[in-house]
Nanobody, 118 residues
Framework: QVQLVESGGGLVQAGGSLRLSCAASGRASVSYAMGWFRQAPGKEREFVASISAGSRMTSYADSAKGRFTISRDNAKNTVYLQMNSLKPDDTAVYYC???????????WGQGTQVTVSS
């Protein structure tokens, strides 16, 4: 079992930046791929970005390419999502996921709210 705890969400103006963090714990958590997903009100949860266990591979949704960067620090069991040039359409609850690359959706955190004002 893997436990995931997100942090770093908040309110930001359009064009601003936020960095989300996800701390993982539990058995063999560093051996799993990690990722970020988001769910806006009235919409289904969607993939944002993922990173393989050894950080050799990353994958991004088209909406995230060029603006978001995923990274991980296995010494700290933490994965990050640096979000730049934020848009109101990025407003959502962001969830950390753990599992298998490129879609690590076997384990979930509780989510963190990101709100981008225009």
């Amino acid at each position: 079992q893997v436990q995931l705890v997100e942090s770093g969400g908040g309110l930001v103006q359009a064009g601003g930046s936020l960095r989300l963090s996800c701390a993982a714990s539990g058995r063999a958590s560093v051996s799993y791929a990690m990722g970020w997903f988001r769910q806006a009100p009235g919409k289904e949860r969607e993939f944002v970005a993922s990173i393989s266990a050894g950080s050799r591979m990353t994958s991004y949704a088209d909406s995230a390419k060029g603006r978001f960067t995923i990274s991980r620090d296995n010494a700290k069991n933490t994965v990050y999502l640096q979000m730049n040039s934020l848009k109101p359409d990025d407003t959502a609850v962001y969830y950390c996921g753990g599992g298998y690359f490129p879609l690590p959706n076997n384990y979930w955190g509780q989510g963190t709210q990101v709100t981008v004002s225009s």
